[in-house]
């Protein structure tokens, strides 16, 4: 059986046994890298700063919020917009694999430059089992490249601290709970967030569109769980469809984009089974959504497949 408290104790002395100087994390809140960050920096303390890059695809007020939370936690921090390079370097590009290839490259380059001006040698990633079983490694087929996974490249110059990477998502809960860090019970937000919830190119529009779109999904889920009509669900997030498709607006015909909407159930993020939102609930986020976004979106749908055959998010 797993104890938290048992791996917490161990991982802080490996840690401080192997990283003999400063170390940067790449953290964005989400509760795998900041558990990371805790975790090492209880190991190492000021020896390791945290950094935050906005690569442009994070969901609304997420950036705020996050810097929030590491004022609270008390940890030596960053917080980097490199948001222009991002959507430079993913100009054009509609390839899943490559666009989490190129975002995983980006943020490393970031980091590098980062580690550089703090004099750190070492790179700690809240990587965990999930990330790399599914990204392949020449034995098992590639699912998906995860972004901390697939995009490291060849010629990347330190030394790579994974101190999660044997744990499931479960787990690695029970850790954030122990270490009382507030996004423990957090859904799971992907390394290239919205990059991939936009399929096709990721260009500023595509971005916004969705990123509104997200967070109408989170409000409405959120507050039908507060008032107990549901579960809270694992994941649930919105998709922006590479298609348009004929609409009404008053009398006028309209011709607008299709946003679906994802929510899953899981334990570790290995196989889930879709929600069953009631009806009430995907009716107020469809309608939220037709008439906040009227300008951009004209069609809703819900997306009622396990994993597998499909994987939680769509790239």
């Excluded at 390791?48 to 442009?56: D, K, P, R």
């Excluded at 700690?124 to 790399?132: K, L, M, S």
């Excluded at 809270?232 to 011709?255: E, H, I, K, M, T």
Aim: hydrophobic content about 40%.
């Amino acid at each position: 059986m797993f104890k938290p408290e048992k791996f917490v104790e161990e991982q802080i002395e490996e840690m401080r046994a192997k990283i003999k100087g400063r170390a940067i994390i790449a953290c964005s809140g989400g509760v795998d890298s900041t558990v990371a960050a805790v975790l090492v920096s209880r190991a190492i303390g000021d020896q390791l700063l945290t950094v935050y890059v906005n690569n442009g695809f994070m969901r609304k007020g997420e950036t705020e919020a996050v810097g929030k939370m590491f004022d609270s936690l008390g940890i030596n921090y960053r917080l980097i917009d490199a948001s222009d390079e991002f959507f430079d370097a993913l100009k054009g590009v509609t390839d899943p694999e490559t666009k989490r290839k190129i975002i995983g490259e980006k943020f490393i380059r970031v980091f590098e430059r980062t580690a550089k001006e703090y004099g750190a040698e070492y790179l700690v990633q809240g990587t965990i089992a999930p990330d790399w079983i599914e990204s392949g490694d020449g034995v098992r087929d590639v699912i998906k490249s995860h972004h901390n996974v697939g995009g490291l490249p060849k010629d990347f110059n330190m030394t790579l601290v994974e101190p999660m990477r044997d744990l499931y998502k479960d787990e690695v809960r029970k850790v954030a709970r122990y270490l009382n860090v507030e996004v423990a019970e957090r859904q799971p937000f992907p390394g290239p967030a919205l990059a991939i919830r936009v399929l096709g190119e990721p260009t500023r529009e595509a971005v916004n569109i969705v990123r509104e779109a997200c967070a109408i999904v989170e409000e409405e889920i959120e507050k039908a769980a507060k008032e107990g009509k549901m579960a809270l669900p694992w994941q649930y997030f919105a998709v922006l469809l590479p298609c348009q498709s004929v609409g009404v607006q008053g009398d006028n015909r309209a011709y607008g984009r299709t946003i679906a909407v994802r929510s899953v159930e899981s334990i570790d993020g290995m196989s889930a089974s879709y929600s069953k939102i009631p009806h009430e609930v995907l009716e107020h986020i469809s309608v939220r959504i037709t008439n906040e976004m009227k300008s951009d979106v004209n069609r809703v749908v819900y997306d009622i497949t396990h994993k597998p055959p499909a994987t939680v998010e769509w790239e």
